[in-house]
């Protein structure tokens, strides 16, 4: 199945094409700016290495995926060949409270599930919906699916995902633990589960997702059974520019010292915190990594506090799990950063971690694999969210029979046409 995933942000729709067959990308691309006359779309057609880069008029998310849909499918600068069509498109969407537990075929209905959450993601969901409504507009006969960064921690138990507050407001406003990069931990864990040749339901894994947002999932028997983040994203590992946990009272004294309102508060938690606010000069870990190396104190304090919480983390996890057979890394530090890894396990001997320099040291650069094969397997993993979207996006429409005799056909046509 050839499928167009698409993330929709406030100024941005990033998207790729994958064949789920070879889970491959055809092509990665984004439109920039999207209000401005200046917008600006790029792509990167994976066959042939060609990029493309060009700025145009672009209003709306309509008029964004538009332009996406008139390069992809454009016989020269795009993937498709002549008579071949996408055979669906998988929308990444933030937030789907308790009601959507599992990616769900897009009708006006779902539509409105999605509306419904915009309380509970007001930065993300209006703006994946944005995205929605414009290609259900562009392509209506196409299936379409929204695939929720929340479904996969829906199996959490209660005491999991309860907050110690009181029952009504969880009873009235739904408040409690979500957790979100729930297509990252999902991709982490069918990985990983190749990469050891174990079964998926089989392993007691800690995924950890390092990137400008950062979490941590505990998984057994195949399900997430507790997550860093919570009712937001904000919550759990110190991240790029966000808190991560603090107590709820500095935020109240802060408030009332300082004179801060509400809303400046969620701008100092989210934008002015984490690597960003203890370092005072980036929240960058390449640049944190750089400026320690010249001897800045605040910058090796930022990545001391950073692979602390991380640490602190994982073994609390391992806890819940009752035992752990498997770390995985991913995300952009994740992947690359070898000696935040290496600082993020260190003193973990306990709980079977041993850490091969030599071989973490090797995995950077996208390279996935094993740097400690033992009690406890820690492992690099590729970020494959887009990959995850697309399978879900597959297996939901298959198992409702929404796959056509035609998706099949194309398939197989566009096996031979030299993409490799």
Request: aromatic residues 4%.
């Amino acid at each position: 199945m050839l499928v167009l995933v698409l993330n929709s942000g406030s100024s941005s729709v990033k998207y790729q094409v994958i064949d789920t067959e070879r889970e491959e990308s055809r092509v990665t691309g984004q439109v920039e700016r999207i209000g401005s006359g200046g917008a600006i779309l790029s792509q990167l057609r994976h066959a042939d290495g060609q990029r493309l880069k060009e700025t145009a008029s672009i209003l709306d998310h309509h008029d964004a995926i538009r332009a996406i849909l008139d390069l992809v499918e454009d016989p020269e600068r795009g993937v498709l060949g002549v008579g071949h069509r996408l055979d669906a498109v998988g929308h990444r969407v933030v937030h789907g409270g308790e009601r959507f537990k599992t990616a769900t075929v897009l009708d006006d209905s779902v539509e409105e599930g999605i509306r419904d959450c915009m309380d509970l993601a007001p930065l993300h969901n209006p703006h994946n919906l944005a995205g929605i409504l414009a290609a259900r507009r562009r392509m209506p006969e196409t299936p379409q699916v929204a695939v929720f960064d929340t479904a996969f921690h829906a199996t959490l138990p209660p005491p999991a995902f309860h907050y110690a507050l009181p029952y009504v407001l969880y009873h009235r406003h739904r408040i409690r633990r979500y957790g979100f990069h729930g297509t990252s931990h999902r991709h982490v864990l069918r990985r990983t589960a190749m990469i050891l040749d174990r079964a998926p339901e089989a392993l007691k894994l800690v995924s950890v997702h390092l990137g400008n947002g950062a979490s941590a999932c505990a998984i057994r028997d195949g399900q997430s059974i507790d997550t860093s983040m919570g009712f937001t994203p904000l919550e759990g590992l110190v991240m790029g520019t966000r808190s991560g946990d603090v107590d709820p009272a500095v935020i109240l004294h802060v408030m009332a010292r300082e004179e801060i309102p509400a809303g400046d508060a969620g701008a100092l938690l989210n934008k002015h915190s984490g690597l960003l606010g203890i370092s005072g000069i980036s929240g960058d870990m390449r640049d944190l990594l750089l400026e320690e190396e010249k001897g800045n104190e605040r910058a090796r304090l930022a990545l001391d506090v950073y692979c602390y919480r991380v640490r602190k983390y994982i073994g609390a996890y391992a806890a819940a799990l009752e035992g752990l057979d498997a770390i995985a890394f991913t995300g952009g530090v994740g992947e690359n950063a070898a000696s935040i890894r290496s600082r993020c396990l260190a003193g973990l001997s306990f709980l079977g971690v041993d850490t091969d320099q030599r071989a973490n040291s090797r995995l950077t650069g996208g390279e996935e694999g094993v740097f400690h094969q033992g009690a406890t397997a820690l492992v690099v993993v590729r970020s494959g969210e887009e990959i995850t979207i697309a399978r879900e996006t597959e297996r939901v429409l298959t198992e409702l029979g929404r796959t056509s005799a035609r998706s099949s056909e194309s398939l197989t046509c566009r096996r031979d046409d030299g993409y490799s």
